[in-house]
C-alpha cells in the first residue's frame, strides 16, 4: 500500500478521507496548508497527494508546481469544490494526476488513486530502466585505452551534451551502435527515447512507413494507424543504422523532414513535427557513395554535421588485452561458466590476428572459446583456426601449394563472410569480387555459412 498525504483547511474532509484511506489499507499523513504539506514532504516520502485547490495562504496550484519540482514522481490529485474546465486543464497542465469536484464517492476516489499509484510505479521502472542504460552505454564504460580511441571518447564528450547530427562511420564490428547509445544517454535527451532502425534491413515502402509511419488504410495491410519511428523519439533521439544502404526515393523523403522538420505519415494529410535529434551511422563511404549516384549529396551534407570516425581494432591492437577481459567476464557470467585467465599462448595468438571482422569477430571468438574452454582457462587450442596459426609444416616433407591456398582462400572468405554477419553481398564487396564469384567460392569450398 501506499502513503498518501490529505491536504485540505476543512477538518472534516480531512478525517473522512484518513478514515477511507486507511481502511483501504494505505498510510495516510494529514496537513491542513500547503506550507505544512511541504514540511511533510521534505520529512518523509510521499507517494500521492490528495489537495484542495483553494486553501488560505498558498493555493492548491502553487503546491502542485513546487511538488512536481522537488517530487517529480509524486502523483498529485487536485480537490475542489467548485471546478471549472479552465481550473481542471491548468491543473492537467502543470503535471496533476487528475482533477476532481467535491464530494466524491469513496469507490470512485480510490479507482483515481489506484491508477495514480499504478503510474508511480511506472514512471519509476522507466526511471530505474534509463538509469540502468545510461550506466551500461556511458562512453566512460567502453572498452579501450588507445591513442585512436582517445580521441574518439573527446569528440563524443564535446558532441553528447549538444543537439547536433552526429555521423558515425567505420568498418562493421568496430561499435558505432555503442557509440550512438553513448551520445544518446550522455546528453540533455537522456531521459527522452532512444529510438532504433536498421535501414538496409527493410524494403523502401515498408522503410519509409517506419520512419513516418502511416494511417489506417493506407495500404493493403494497414488495418490500424501506425506511428513512425520519428513520432516515437519525439524528445529524445533516433538513430539510423546503416544510413548508407537507404533507397534513393527514401533519401528524398528524409532530406525533406531534416530541411522543415515537418512530415505526413503515409497515408495522411495531416502535417506533423516532432523535437528528435538525428544519430546516423554507417561502413559505407558516403563521399564516395555520393560520388557514385547512390546517395544524395544535400543529404550527406545534412547528416555529416559532426563525423566521429571509428578505427579498425587493427589500429588498436592495444586495446585486445582489454577487450578480451571485458569479453571474459561478459560471457563466463552469461554461460554460467568459471573461465577467468587467458594463457600467454592464447594472448599471442590473439594479438597476431588480423581481425577483419574487429571488435565484433573478437567478441564472438571470445565466447566461443568460453563455451569450449574445459576449465578456468583459456588456451590457443580453443580459438578458432581462422584465429589460431597452423602448425608449422615439416620442412622436410613436401608441401602442397595447391592446400595451401585453398586453406587460405578459405580463411578469407569465411572471415569476410563472418564480419558481415553472413550476408553474401556485403562479404563480396569486402572481398572486392561479384556475388556470383563469392557463391562460387562457398560451394567450391564447401563452407556452411549456417556455421559463421
Request: glycine fraction near 8%; include cysteine.
Given at each position: 500500500?501506499?502513503h498518501?498525504l490529505?491536504?485540505d483547511?476543512?477538518?472534516?474532509?480531512?478525517?473522512?478521507?484518513d478514515?477511507?484511506?486507511?481502511k483501504?489499507?494505505?498510510?495516510?499523513?494529514?496537513?491542513?496548508?500547503?506550507?505544512?504539506?511541504?514540511?511533510a514532504?521534505?520529512?518523509s516520502?510521499?507517494?500521492?497527494?490528495?489537495?484542495?485547490?483553494?486553501?488560505?495562504?498558498?493555493g492548491?496550484?502553487?503546491?502542485?508546481?513546487?511538488?512536481?519540482?522537488?517530487?517529480?514522481?509524486?502523483?498529485?490529485?487536485?480537490?475542489?469544490?467548485?471546478?471549472t474546465?479552465?481550473?481542471?486543464?491548468?491543473?492537467?497542465?502543470?503535471?496533476?494526476?487528475?482533477?476532481?469536484?467535491?464530494?466524491?464517492?469513496k469507490?470512485?476516489l480510490l479507482?483515481?488513486?489506484?491508477?495514480?499509484?499504478?503510474?508511480?510505479?511506472?514512471?519509476e521502472?522507466?526511471a530505474?530502466?534509463?538509469?540502468?542504460?545510461?550506466?551500461?552505454?556511458?562512453?566512460?564504460?567502453?572498452?579501450?585505452?588507445?591513442?585512436?580511441?582517445?580521441?574518439?571518447?573527446?569528440?563524443?564528450?564535446?558532441?553528447?551534451?549538444?543537439?547536433?547530427?552526429?555521423?558515425?562511420?567505420?568498418?562493421?564490428?568496430?561499435?558505432?551502435?555503442?557509440?550512438?547509445?553513448?551520445?544518446?544517454?550522455?546528453?540533455?535527451?537522456?531521459?527522452?527515447?532512444l529510438?532504433?532502425?536498421?535501414?538496409?534491413?527493410?524494403?523502401?515502402?515498408?522503410?519509409?512507413?517506419?520512419l513516418?509511419?502511416?494511417?489506417?488504410?493506407?495500404?493493403?495491410g494497414?488495418?490500424?494507424?501506425?506511428?513512425?519511428?520519428?513520432?516515437?523519439?519525439?524528445?529524445?533521439?533516433?538513430?539510423?543504422d546503416?544510413?548508407?544502404?537507404?533507397?534513393?526515393e527514401?533519401?528524398v523523403?528524409?532530406?525533406?523532414?531534416?530541411?522543415?522538420?515537418?512530415?505526413?505519415?503515409?497515408g495522411g494529410?495531416?502535417?506533423?513535427?516532432?523535437?528528435?535529434?538525428?544519430?546516423?551511422?554507417?561502413n559505407?563511404t558516403?563521399?564516395?557513395?555520393?560520388?557514385?549516384?547512390?546517395?544524395?549529396e544535400?543529404?550527406?551534407?545534412?547528416?555529416?554535421?559532426?563525423?566521429?570516425?571509428?578505427?579498425?581494432?587493427?589500429?588498436?591492437?592495444?586495446?585486445?588485452?582489454n577487450?578480451?577481459?571485458?569479453?571474459?567476464?561478459?560471457?563466463?557470467?552469461?554461460?554460467?561458466?568459471?573461465?577467468n585467465e587467458?594463457?600467454?599462448?592464447a594472448?599471442?595468438?590473439?594479438?597476431g590476428?588480423?581481425w577483419?571482422?574487429?571488435?565484433?569477430e573478437?567478441?564472438?571468438?571470445?565466447?566461443r572459446?568460453?563455451i569450449?574452454?574445459?576449465?578456468d582457462?583459456?588456451d590457443?587450442?580453443?580459438?578458432?583456426?581462422?584465429?589460431?596459426?597452423?602448425?608449422?609444416?615439416?620442412s622436410?616433407?613436401?608441401?602442397?601449394?595447391?592446400?595451401?591456398?585453398?586453406?587460405k582462400?578459405?580463411?578469407?572468405?569465411e572471415?569476410?563472410?563472418?564480419?558481415?554477419?553472413?550476408?553474401?553481398?556485403?562479404a563480396?564487396r569486402?572481398?572486392?569480387?561479384?556475388?556470383?564469384?563469392?557463391?562460387?567460392?562457398?560451394?567450391?569450398?564447401?563452407?556452411d555459412?549456417?556455421?559463421?
Open positions: 500500500m501506499a498518501v490529505v491536504v483547511d476543512e477538518r472534516a474532509v480531512r478525517v473522512a478521507l478514515v477511507n484511506l486507511t483501504a489499507g494505505h498510510t495516510v499523513s494529514l496537513a491542513d496548508t500547503a506550507e505544512r504539506a511541504l514540511d514532504l521534505r520529512a516520502s510521499v507517494d500521492a497527494i490528495l489537495t484542495d485547490l483553494m486553501m488560505p495562504g498558498m492548491g496550484m502553487e503546491l502542485l508546481a513546487e511538488v512536481k519540482r522537488s517530487w517529480p514522481l509524486t502523483q498529485v490529485i487536485m480537490m475542489t469544490g467548485h471546478g474546465v479552465e481550473r481542471a486543464v491548468e491543473a492537467m497542465r502543470l503535471g496533476a494526476h487528475d482533477f476532481v469536484i467535491k464530494p466524491i464517492a469507490a470512485e479507482a483515481i488513486l489506484d491508477r495514480a499509484l499504478r503510474e508511480r510505479a511506472l514512471h521502472q522507466v530505474q530502466l534509463q538509469a540502468a542504460a545510461s550506466e551500461r552505454f556511458g562512453f566512460e564504460n567502453i572498452v579501450g585505452n588507445s591513442p585512436a580511441m582517445a580521441s574518439v571518447f573527446d569528440q563524443v564528450s564535446a558532441v553528447a551534451p549538444s543537439d547536433a547530427t552526429v555521423l558515425i562511420t567505420g568498418p562493421t564490428g568496430t561499435g558505432k551502435e555503442l557509440i550512438g547509445k553513448a551520445i544518446h544517454f550522455n546528453s540533455t535527451r537522456r531521459q527522452g527515447p529510438v532504433q532502425i536498421n535501414c538496409g534491413a527493410l524494403p523502401s515502402g515498408l522503410l519509409e512507413s517506419e513516418f509511419g502511416h494511417e489506417k488504410g493506407a495500404f493493403t494497414a488495418i490500424r494507424q501506425h506511428k513512425g519511428r520519428f513520432e516515437q523519439a519525439d524528445g529524445g533521439t533516433l538513430m539510423l546503416e544510413v548508407g544502404e537507404m533507397p534513393l527514401t533519401q523523403k528524409l532530406l525533406r523532414v531534416l530541411e522543415s522538420g515537418e512530415f505526413q505519415r503515409v494529410t495531416s502535417t506533423l513535427s516532432v523535437d528528435v535529434r538525428l544519430v546516423a551511422a554507417t559505407r558516403l563521399r564516395e557513395e555520393v560520388h557514385g549516384g547512390r546517395f544524395r544535400d543529404l550527406f551534407y545534412r547528416l555529416n554535421v559532426f563525423e566521429i570516425a571509428l578505427p579498425p581494432l587493427s589500429r588498436r591492437m592495444e586495446d585486445i588485452p577487450l578480451v577481459e571485458h569479453f571474459v567476464q561478459k560471457f563466463s557470467t552469461q554461460h554460467k561458466k568459471s573461465v587467458v594463457t600467454a599462448s594472448m599471442d595468438t590473439l594479438m590476428h588480423a577483419p571482422g574487429n571488435i565484433r573478437l567478441e564472438h571468438t571470445v565466447e572459446a568460453i569450449l574452454a574445459p576449465g582457462t583459456i590457443k587450442f580453443e580459438l578458432p583456426d581462422p584465429v589460431r596459426p597452423p602448425p608449422p609444416s615439416d622436410s616433407g613436401p608441401v602442397n601449394i595447391a592446400e595451401v591456398l585453398r586453406a582462400e578459405r580463411e578469407l572468405v572471415a569476410a563472410l563472418r564480419a558481415e554477419g553472413g550476408i553474401q553481398a556485403r563480396a569486402r572481398l572486392g569480387v561479384s556475388r556470383a564469384n563469392l557463391n562460387y567460392r562457398i560451394q567450391k569450398l564447401g563452407i555459412i549456417s556455421d559463421l
